[in-house]
């Protein structure tokens, strides 16, 4: 039988003393040595985590398919590696803006990556390319940043995130959080969360950078329980969503590979109605604080990814496998250089969100100049047929049915 919650048990009860029983419950589940405790109260109660059977399970589930997604992961090439990556944070920042009603295309954060990328200085002009701070946050979670360590760290990842994504009457000027108070509504009007009031957000921020750096939690754990919080505390008037699922990749990067990380909004997009109800039951009153449930719905979400994920880099191992064939065969035929470029363009097929080819990655591949990757390519399409075109400005190119059709792709 599924963990069951404390409001579950109670409505079960029919007896006339299934009110102390509860609370009897209750005081058990929050003072077993197994039992993690935040010091944090929700209105009345504590914040707390039981450790059942099934979260030790599927915690251990998760770190085991980890190491596979892991090993899948160190054997790819270093040109799909990086395609990779760059796909998976487009689709990132894009459902995770979605989920708040915030539209961006992935050609706008393909934009926003590239002027990360290729700048070194940033200068004023870069940064109003559309959503640039948002994608450089994601683009950053690649290189083992650190947590917020004071109050401040949170608002300036906060001002990084909602960049282009909110009315700037909602940022708060005179402070680093909102002061005034906030009531979520669903469709139908009825109000699903009061946010703590303004003049206690900072103190609870505090804590929950406490509960973040944690040493006695596990770290899986101490991430899913450090999302409700934040959400909880709502510290801003609008892009707490946003704020809070980056701040969620940004913890999870510790114990997880950045795969995974990067597969989460999407699967948690797509599996929203699971995962707000999963808030709604850490706040019932008659479930005491207990975050139990709210940390096995988010792991079950992280698992999903994972599973997605294995799949997903199973069946593009296998595709990578066949093109290394195909071009052994091919290499008499074309020439070494036609060959890598061929290589090359197989990867971004494979592993490019838009499966596209340009002459300035193409030229730092090869290790010739971006003239001589643009005569490359255009041979390669116009006289082999191997290669389309598919924009002129910038020019790009993807592999053509033919092309595929040659490779076994």
């Known amino acids: 039988m599924a963990y069951p919650t404390l409001q579950k048990l109670f409505y079960r009860d029919v007896s006339s003393d299934r009110f102390s029983a509860h609370d009897s419950l209750l005081k058990e589940r929050l003072t077993q040595e197994s039992t993690f405790r935040t010091g944090i109260f929700l209105d009345d109660h504590e914040l707390f985590l039981a450790v059942p059977r099934e979260l030790s399970l599927l915690n251990e589930q998760v770190l085991r398919r980890e190491r596979k997604v892991s090993a899948l992961w160190r054997h790819l090439p270093t040109i799909a590696l990086g395609a990779f990556i760059r796909s998976l944070i487009l689709d990132e920042v894009v459902y995770s803006n979605e989920m708040e009603g915030v539209h961006s295309t992935r050609r706008q954060i393909e934009a926003a990556l590239n002027r990360v990328v290729s700048s070194a200085d940033k200068t004023s002009k870069l940064k109003h390319t559309p959503f640039y701070e948002m994608a450089n946050l994601y683009l950053n979670l690649t ?28 940022v708060p000027k005179d402070s680093l959080f909102r002061t005034g108070p906030v009531i979520i509504e669903d469709q139908r009007g009825k109000i699903v969360h009061t946010a703590v009031p303004g003049n206690q957000v900072e103190d609870i921020l505090s804590k929950w950078l406490t509960l973040a750096s944690s040493e006695e939690i596990p770290e899986l754990y101490s991430a899913a329980l450090c999302h409700f919080l934040f959400e909880y505390i709502h510290p801003f008037y609008d892009g707490n969503g946003r704020t809070g699922r980056y701040l969620l990749a940004l913890q999870l990067t510790a114990p997880l590979s950045d795969a995974t990380v990067l597969s989460l909004s999407r699967i948690i ?34 698992a999903q990814a994972q599973e997605e994920l294995i799949a997903d880099l199973e069946t593009k191992r296998s595709a990578l496998d066949t093109l290394n064939a195909r071009l052994n065969e091919l290499e008499a035929k074309f020439g070494k ?9 197989g990867q ?62």
Do not use: W
């Open 143 to 170: 290189k083992a940043p650190s947590m917020p360590r004071e109050l401040q760290d949170i608002r300036t990842i906060y001002d990084a995130v909602v960049a282009d994504g909110i009315d700037d009457v909602d």
């Open 337 to 345: 250089r036609s060959i890598d470029a061929l290589f090359f363009a």
């Open 348 to 409: 971004m097929q494979l592993f490019d969100i838009f499966g596209e080819t340009k002459p300035m990655e193409l030229a730092s591949y090869l290790n010739v100049s971006e003239a001589t990757a643009r005569r490359l390519l255009k041979y390669l399409a116009d006289e082999k047929g191997l290669l389309e075109r598919t924009n002129m400005r910038p020019v790009s190119y993807r592999l053509s049915k033919t092309g595929c059709g040659m490779l076994g792709l």
């Open 269 to 302: 997009a797509e599996n929203k109605n699971a995962y707000y109800k999963a808030f709604s039951i850490t706040e019932e009153e008659l479930n005491g604080g207990e975050g139990t449930h709210f940390v096995i719905t988010m792991l079950e979400l992280i």
